[in-house]
């Protein structure tokens, strides 16, 4: 049974053109002229609970405008949203109480009010009972930290800190949906790691479902088995992280240290695509030709010290699906 | 329907909150009080030493002023008009319409917190130290005590619905400026917090007497001076409900419309 089912959802912001100038003023209060800006063009996809489903695309793509229209606070210009067998626009007030939301960008707590009383008042405000709310500070507290900072205002906490009250915020009233607009932004890499095994450990015992965006490839290579890429507002892919990975992650690079230099390295299936010293990138297709071939071939005439193969991280094939296109690649793919 | 027991909850919260920055409460006390000073020279400077004018006593007159600082006090102690604003311009409005509350419900309630916070702190006690030291004209029953507080509390409402709204609408317009100062000035000289209806010419009064503003300032201050007695406190206090009534419909139709922008245009 999918939770959240979204059906060919389209979202346009106009936006008014600002005129230059006395004249352009004038024309401006008596007629504005609007520009269309197409941010979701068209997309579908439904998500079953317990899932944790990456949603990743490049800046612009239109990923938090999706998560705006998800949680009620922007209405699609077309289409349907169903979270939680709800129209998340029409019930706004209903939908809330079976979500969770992080802003990464935009703190949700009260600015000026120390983190433990803005929990206080999420608890009132979502009627948590004091026996849920002490179960779920605890657990949160333990695996978040939260008692260092607590007593703090939020305007003075660190965006580490910020972003672990801001999730523990948003699951106070356990939701069974949570949604993370870029959670692990501008935190380190131990607080990141703290973030995702936290995500991961929520998702597993309360089988909460998980829409995250992020730009950091890692977040879906720990945390997610489906990703959904969008890119101008239109789904690129929707599937499986291993099998986009099967798909365009035949090509390895084979990296070796020699004992000398050369002036040229020649190899049969594989291509020098980079070097340096006496270190050598050999790019090949794992389907025409395996990793210990190409060493015994090289092995055969030079010395080796030291060697490793590389398997592509989802990060570069992203980048790479980001500059060349889902399709072009898909076509190069099969070549 | 609304669970009034969440808003309470930010009416608390606003309380204690207002008890940080007392700094904040001192200085807007420091102004109120220059204001009352100011307006109170002008006042007797106006009577020249005369014992009434228009039939209102010099001292009934000083009593109008007094008190009606003192409202202006209780009705400036809630959050300022700009952080709603701000937070419409910013967006960060949507943060508040994903909640399962009312937002200008939220909002009033919140004020319910710091204005107590300012009037126990500050306002009461000052007040209460100029009404014992100087005459000043004290409802002597009960009765005009009560209506004084009840009128006084539906003012506030009333001012509450129409600088929300206001607030809001300039949300639609592009530039606001001049209209806010325009605004604000007929919103003070209307409500006769500076000036009692019974001096204004006779146009300028009825345009005030079809305005919602006398309730605000003129009707609770005339019902404490006893310019407003008997009979005609119930007529007035019944104006007030019918004025607050409209403004509160118009608020919520402006907040609709607000929201509604905020969720179709993003902000
Ligand atoms: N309120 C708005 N008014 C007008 N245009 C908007 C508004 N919000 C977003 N857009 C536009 O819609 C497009 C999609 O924006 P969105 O914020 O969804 O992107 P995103 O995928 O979240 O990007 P990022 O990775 O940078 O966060 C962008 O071109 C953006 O400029
Ligand atoms: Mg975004």
């Known amino acids: 049974m999918p939770i959240i089912e979204v059906e060919n959802v389209r979202k346009d912001f106009m936006i008014a053109k600002r005129e230059t100038g006395m004249m352009g003023a004038l024309k401006s209060l008596i007629k504005r002229e609007y520009m269309r800006k197409e941010a979701v063009k068209d997309i579908s996809f439904s998500i079953n609970e317990g899932e944790i489903v990456g949603y990743i695309g490049p800046n612009g793509a239109g990923k938090s405008t999706t998560i705006k229209m998800l949680t009620g606070i922007l209405v699609p210009s077309s289409g349907n949203v169903l979270v939680n067998g709800l129209v998340p626009y029409e019930n706004r007030q209903e939908n809330a109480k079976s979500i969770g939301v992080v802003f990464g960008q935009r703190s949700q707590l009260w600015w000026d009010l120390p983190t433990i009383e803005s929990f206080e008042l999420l608890k009132e405000i979502y009627q948590v009972s004091n026996q849920c709310y002490k179960k779920n500070m605890d657990t949160f507290t333990e695996i978040l930290g939260l008692d260092e900072f607590l007593n703090t205002p939020v305007r003075q906490l660190s965006l580490g800190q910020r972003m672990r009250a801001d999730i523990a915020a948003s699951l106070l009233h356990d939701p069974p949906i949570l949604f993370l607009d870029e959670p692990t932004i501008g935190l380190d890499v131990v607080a990141k790691e703290k973030m995702r095994t936290f995500i991961k450990e929520i998702n597993h015992e309360r089988k909460i479902t998980v829409i995250l965006t992020t730009h950091d490839m890692e977040d879906i290579e720990k945390l997610c088995e489906r990703m959904i890429l969008i890119d101008h507002g239109m789904k690129v892919y929707d599937g499986e992280i291993a099998m986009i990975k099967e798909r365009f992650g035949k090509i390895r690079t084979l990296i070796v240290d020699l004992e000398e230099s050369l002036h040229s390295l020649q190899l049969l299936g594989g291509e020098v695509c980079k070097e340096e010293g006496n270190r050598y990138w050999i790019k090949f297709n794992r389907d025409e030709v395996s990793a210990s071939e190409l060493i015994a071939q090289i092995t055969k005439t030079h010395s080796v010290k030291d060697l490793t193969v590389e398997e592509p991280a989802i990060e570069s094939i992203i980048s790479r699906i980001y500059q060349e296109g889902y399709k072009d690649l898909q076509v190069s793919a099969k070549v | ?267």
């Not at chain 2, 007392?22 to 006042?43: A, E, H, K």
């Open chain 2, 1 to 267: 329907m609304p669970k009034f027991h969440v808003y309470w909850i930010f009416t608390k919260k606003a309380f204690l909150r207002s008890a940080v920055y007392r700094f904040d409460v001192w200085s807007r006390l420091g102004s109120n009080l220059i204001f009352l000073l100011m307006w109170g020279s002008i006042w007797t400077a106006l009577y020249a030493g005369r014992e009434e004018a228009g039939g209102i006593s010099f001292q009934a007159m000083l009593t109008y002023i007094v008190v009606s600082q003192f409202l202006t006090g209780v009705n400036g102690a809630g959050t300022p008009l700009w952080e709603i604003q701000e937070k419409v311009r910013t967006g960060d409005i949507a943060l508040e319409l994903m909640r399962p509350f009312n937002v200008p419900l939220r909002y009033l309630f919140a004020d319910f917190g710091s204005v107590t916070f300012y009037i126990v702190t500050a306002l009461l006690p000052i007040y209460a130290i100029l009404f014992i030291f100087m005459d000043f004209t004290l409802p002597t029953d009960i009765i005009t005590w009560v209506s004084f507080i009840a009128a006084a509390f539906i003012g506030f409402l009333i001012r509450y619905c129409i600088e929300m709204s206001f607030g809001l609408l300039s949300f639609f317009l592009v530039e606001t400026g001049g209209i806010e100062d325009i605004f604000y000035f007929a919103m003070s000289l209307l409500s006769g917090s500076v000036i009692p209806l019974w001096f204004f010419p006779e146009w300028l009064a009825k345009i005030a007497a079809y305005l919602p503003f006398q309730g605000i300032y003129y009707i609770p201050n005339a019902i404490f001076i006893g310019e407003i007695a008997g009979g005609e406190i119930l007529l007035s206090i019944g104006l007030q409900i019918f004025w607050l009534i409209i403004c509160y419909f118009l608020l919520r139709l402006v907040w609709n419309r607000a929201s509604h922008k905020v969720v179709v245009q993003g902000g």
